[in-house]
């Protein structure tokens, strides 16, 4: 018999309910929410995650790109344990930083990593990234694209900021917005700002949030000749693409930026940042010349960097050469069966017709169509996007919002977490 999404996560509920009394929303990320409430879970085991009500879920979220290796790798476990023998929060300098720091940009310095400080989080590295673009060139105007993230104060909406659901909580920077991937549309904005003021572009190489869309070659180096010619910088996001490429998705592309920022796996897991780049310009962090700031309590905290020399050395070329074509069935598989059921958007005449009864995220498919036969959907649309190991499954029509909603619900009913 059919338990609803109720019934069938009775302590989630509770969990969600009781948090209430403490967190605003139930818990501290905004994007983990979904209606009515979200799973608890009580453990991770490799691709598994056992929610709190003891189901157990094939993991394909992987922590929003960030858990390459899975919830429990016995080397990465191993890491964090020996850097945990040695104590932690010597308000000092460790010997793990420099390890992490010289891979790092012995690895991604194709892509024009030459110098690298830590942070906490991809969202300071950004800020960080952006901050530094203002110090050096004394300018003070950022380029930044539709559907661009860059961390919880950087969020760009598809359409600019006109009271969207939830509301972007920016920091206050002088942003110029341009279309993404649209070279004809974005050449011509830095003509109408004033002369010498563009201070940077920021951009991802394949927007994550926004839909893993992979920026064009020709858009990337068209970005790259207008920072050079307008002498701002090119701060590229590699936060999340960096995964794509053994040296991060610029290389691929065949483009040095003048900023690079990175984060997610690079810590093994564990929380992290960083930003880097050209070293004169970075250079300018060494206290000796006293030029630019960056101090942070947990930069260089011992399990970060731990754990990501580890990630670094299991996370090796060949590895990423295997994700990223595992990506790349996963992608043309659901692609083919997106066909098959009419619905890729190429395999329809448009426009439809069709309505489909729906299922609610309260009560779980079945039970619903029963109780509200007058309840409605358009067909949707649904297609794959992505590159390599970055994929995204996605709905268009007018009710996309609801079908993402109904997919993500029954993707969990089968034991699948997306
Ligand atoms: N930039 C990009 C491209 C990201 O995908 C993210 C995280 N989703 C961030 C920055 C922010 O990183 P963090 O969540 O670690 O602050």
Same mark, same amino acid.
């Given at each position: 018999?059919?338990r609803?999404?109720?019934?069938r996560?009775?302590?989630?509920q509770?969990?969600?309910?009781?948090?209430f009394a403490?967190?605003p929303g139930?818990n501290t990320?905004t994007?983990?929410?979904?209606d009515?409430?979200p799973?608890?879970?009580?453990?991770?085991?490799?691709s598994?995650l056992i929610s709190?009500?003891?189901h157990?879920?094939?993991?394909?979220?992987?922590e929003?790109?960030? #858990?390459?290796? $899975?919830?429990s790798?016995? &080397?990465?476990?191993n @890491?964090?344990?020996? *850097?945990? /023998?040695?104590?932690?929060n010597y308000?000092?300098?460790?010997?793990y930083e420099?390890?992490l720091a010289k891979?790092a940009?012995e690895r991604? #310095?194709p892509? $024009?990593?030459?110098?690298v &400080?830590?942070?906490? @989080?991809?969202?300071e *590295?950004? /800020?960080m990234?952006?901050?530094t673009?203002?110090?050096?060139?004394?300018r003070?105007k950022?380029?930044?694209?539709?559907?661009?993230?860059? #961390?919880?104060t950087?969020?760009?909406?598809?359409?600019?900021?006109?009271?969207?659901?939830? *509301?972007?909580?920016?920091?206050?920077h002088?942003?110029?917005?341009?279309?993404?991937?649209?070279?004809?549309?974005?050449?011509?904005?830095?003509d109408?700002l004033?002369?010498?003021s563009?201070?940077?572009?920021?951009?991802?190489?394949?927007?994550?949030?926004?839909?893993?869309?992979p920026?064009?070659?020709r858009f990337?180096?068209?970005?790259?000749t207008?920072?050079?010619?307008?002498?701002?910088?090119?701060?590229m996001?590699?936060?999340?693409?960096?995964r794509?490429?053994?040296s991060g998705?610029s290389?691929?592309m065949?483009?040095?930026?003048d900023?690079?920022?990175l984060?997610?796996?690079?810590?093994?897991?564990?929380?992290?940042g960083?930003?880097?780049?050209?070293?004169?310009i970075?250079e300018?962090?060494?206290?000796?010349?006293?030029?630019?700031?960056?101090p942070?309590?947990?930069n260089?905290?011992v399990f970060s960097?731990?754990a990501?020399?580890?990630?670094?050395?299991?996370y090796?070329?060949s590895?990423?050469h295997?994700l990223?074509?595992l990506g790349e069935e996963?992608?043309?598989?659901?692609?083919?069966i997106?066909m098959?059921?009419?619905?890729?958007?190429d395999s329809?005449?448009?426009?439809?017709?069709?309505l489909?009864?729906?299922d609610?995220l309260q009560?779980?498919t079945?039970?619903?169509?029963?109780?509200?036969?007058d309840?409605?959907?358009?067909?949707?649309?649904?297609?794959v996007?992505g590159r390599?190991?970055?994929?995204?499954?996605r709905?268009?029509?007018?009710d996309a919002?609801?079908?993402?909603?109904l997919?993500?619900h029954?993707?969990?009913e089968r034991?699948?977490?997306?």
């Open positions: 018999s059919h609803t999404y109720l019934e996560n009775p302590k989630s509770t969990a969600y309910q009781d948090s403490y967190l139930g990320r994007v983990i929410h979904a009515p409430f799973l608890t879970f009580a453990k991770g085991e490799g598994t709190v009500d003891g157990r879920y094939l993991d394909l979220l992987g929003f790109s960030a #858990g390459i290796f $899975g919830h790798d016995p &080397r990465i476990a @890491s964090i344990n020996e *850097a945990m /023998t040695g104590g932690w308000g000092g300098t460790c010997t420099k390890e891979k940009c991604f #310095g892509s $024009g990593l030459e110098l &400080r830590f942070t906490n @989080s991809g969202t *590295a950004n /800020t990234a952006i901050a673009a203002l110090n050096i060139t004394g003070k950022i380029l930044v694209f539709s559907s661009g993230y860059h #961390g919880g950087l969020v760009f909406p598809l359409s600019v900021m006109k009271g969207e659901m939830v *509301a972007p909580m920016n920091l206050p002088d942003f110029v917005y341009a279309p993404y991937n649209n070279i004809r549309e974005t050449r011509e904005i830095p109408h004033p002369p010498d563009l201070a940077a572009i920021l951009v991802e190489p394949i927007q994550g949030s926004g839909g893993c869309r920026a064009g070659r990337l180096h068209f970005l790259r207008e920072a050079h010619e307008r002498k701002a910088l090119l701060i996001d590699e936060v999340m693409s960096s794509l490429g053994y998705c290389a691929e065949n483009i040095r930026a900023l690079m920022t984060g997610k796996y690079l810590g093994g897991g564990m929380t992290i960083a930003f880097g780049g050209r070293k004169d970075m300018l962090f060494d206290p000796t010349k006293s030029k630019l700031f960056h942070g309590t947990y260089n905290n960097m731990a990501g020399i580890t990630g670094l050395d299991i090796n070329a590895e990423v295997r990223n074509n996963l992608k043309e598989d659901i692609q083919a997106l098959h059921h009419g619905l890729y958007p329809y005449p448009s426009p439809r017709v069709g489909v009864e729906i609610s009560t779980g079945k039970a619903y169509i029963e109780d509200h036969p309840k409605l959907l358009q067909l949707p649309s649904m297609f996007t390599g190991s970055m994929i995204n499954v709905f268009s029509g007018p919002s609801q079908w993402q909603a997919f993500y029954h993707m969990l034991n699948i977490n997306i």
